[in-house]
């Protein structure tokens, strides 16, 4: 066995690795950049090496710094986890050249496989299925033009050496198809420094549907069933199930054969993934994935093994452990990934401080994978992946309750998250009913990006109590420590001469302003909320848990002091108060209409207007590129395009002044 390994990655799929090292007696090197120098997987190591700055191809991608810091902690073995250097065949034989293990595949086959148009050439020939396209290396656009029109639209464009959504387009129309490419060409060039695609026929109700395959080096290879990840956003996967829903044996032996067949053509060792697209009683192989899968866990928890521990046994030279007649499934998992990003505006990554994450208790039944802990802060350096949250259960359906039981009891507060879309996804009847294919998020758009819930009585009154009871928490930590304990200054019990015992409190949710009168009663308090009589009491602990009495009805709930809000947690639902200050001015808060704004950091990639060109509602104004996407920002005004303050390949921040649009004058045409 390994005496210690270094884990080429961060965050989430660091820890992971890590947990199974430790298992197996293995000590662990971790990597870390300056801005991850607090973070969980640093802290987790038996050791960690400063590698560089803050942007991934200063420090986690630099192959140079990453090696260095092997040789430092003197490891034996590099486990590169997913995404960064995971894929990376110079990386692999960097490795071997530095004496030390890679914990992953053959140089070769990342390389065969890492291009799709190779990858799909050397399929063909393995007799696996293709879906029709053109996977060639001339990249006229004339002749990509041509295939295209050839093929027939709708067509998908993608990047050959892409992943993850990145350097992909769907084009429904000829005259779309130039700027849709030069887009494609633009993302992926960003994304993993090659701007060569393929084009394929796009098929319109598809499920995502791939095969976990493992290899060593004494021929053997097996696969450990499939997975349906047909639940996407923007190409990214947000859930996968493993087994696939309505997969019948005969077509999952199918699969496999296929699976298994991919990984022998380009002489894998290893973990690897095939993927399949599959429509009706056809299937095609897609690409294949040189590495463990981010969505791993749903095959550990249905066949009852632990795949890094094969990597690593596997990168030994054992043979795999289990024969394919030995492997089974058991149950049904199902895996969501929490995303800090913002549903709401078409799924933008946020940032922000992890002011409060609670998750389910883990156990047989309940597994959840993350690199943060409360109080850690989601940046825009890296991906805005939170936590990854898997459950299993003996069927899909009661995997489903499961899963649902989970996402209620998950909370996090302080920056914008996926988790109501999520919960939506799971209690909406179509999953429930595996109405599923890649589709389903954009069909289901309306019933899954919710609107904020208006505030009830029952949120306010939750408030209301946790409001007072931190002043009367405060209020005693004061009276301690002050020379007068005693004084009557410090009672909060609301205490009046000749009149009724009250106060009021306000609260603001957007626009509406509710009022709550309090009584001070000898067994807690008497609320007056919009022309009706509540009695409340509570005990409010540590991190805002809350012990609620509520007309004789007790419940928990949870309430968070964030930038003068108060958000209230409170049945897997969050809403946020402003408590009014009645000394509080107003503010003006009309905002000009015709000011662009950046919705996150990111790069400029390109400008299609500049000062000066009329514009209509709608049209395109500016590319930004971020998390290595691209977002376009349209007009939200017909107007003139007063100035632009960033030119193609600029830097901007969060909330920066892009370009003004001032209207056209009345008389103009």
Known sequence: MFGKVLIANRGEIACRVMGTLRRLGIRSAAIYSEADAQ???????????????????????????????????EAEAIHPGYGFLSENAVFAE????????????????????????????????????????????????????????????????????????????????PEDFDEALAGAKREALAAFGDE????????????????????DTHGNAVHLFERDCSIQRRYQKVMEEAP???????????MGASAVAAARACGYVGAGTVEFIAEDDAYYFMEMNTRLQVEHPVTE??????????????????????????????GHAIEVRLYAEDTARDFLPATGNLARLRFPVEGPHVRVDSGVRQGDTVSHHYDPMIAKLIVWERDRDTALGRLRAALSATEIVGVTTNLPF??????????????????????????????????GDEVLAVACLAELLHRRTESGAAAEQ????????????????????????AFRDGETETVVTVYYRADGYELALNGKQVRASGELGQDGDLLVEFNGRRFPAAVVRLDGD??????????????????????????????????????????????????????????????????????EMDGIVAEVFYGTGDLVAEGAELMILKERDAGAA
């Open 301 to 330: 928890m249905i066949a009852g093994q632990d795949l890094v521990e094969w990597q690593v046994r596997v990168a030994l030279g054992e043979a795999l452990p289990c024969s394919q007649d030995e492997l089974s499934i058991a």
């Open 482 to 505: 002050s020379s007068e304990p005693f004084s009557p200054w410090h009672d909060t019990t609301g205490w009046r001469l000749n009149i009724d015992t009250h106060s009021r409190l």
């Open 422 to 455: 999520l919960a939506a996804i799971a209690a909406h009847s179509a999953y429930g009913a595996a109405e599923i294919d890649t589709g389903f998020i954009a069909r289901h758009r309306d019933d899954l990006v919710l609107e904020s819930m208006p505030v």
């Open 196 to 215: 060569r695609v393929l084009i394929e026929k796009y098929l319109t109700k598809p499920r995502h549907i791939e095969v976990q395959i493992f290899a």
């Open 94 to 173: 960097a490795c071997a050249e530095a004496g030390m293990v890679f914990i992953g595949p053959p140089a070769d086959a990342i390389r065969a496989m890492g291009s799709k148009s190779a990858a799909k050439t050397m399929m063909e020939q393995a007799g696996v299925p293709l879906v029709p396209g053109y996977h060639g290396d001339n990249q006229d656009l004339g002749l990509l033009a041509a295939e295209a029109n050839q093929i027939g639209f709708p067509v998908l464009i993608k990047a050959t050496a892409g992943g993850g959504g990145k350097g992909m387009r769907i084009v429904e129309r």
């Open 39 to 73: 973070a969980a997987h640093v802290a987790m190591a038996d050791e960690a090496h400063l590698i560089g700055p803050a942007p991934a191809v200063e420090s986690y991608l630099d192959i140079a710094a990453v090696l260095a810091a092997a040789k430092r902690a």
């Open 244 to 254: 696939a829903p309505g997969m019948t044996p005969e077509r999952r032996d199918e």
């Open 566 to 635: 108060l958000i209230v947690l409170l049945r897997g639902r969050t809403f946020r108060l402003h408590l009014v200050d009645p000394l509080e001015s107003v503010a003006d808060e009309a905002e000009s209409t015709g000011r662009v704004v950046a919705p996150m950091p990111g790069k400029v990639v390109q400008l299609y207007v500049k000062p000066g060109e009329a514009v209509q509602r709608g049209a395109p104004l500016i590319v930004l590129e971020a998390m290595k996407m691209e977002h376009r920002l349209s007009a």
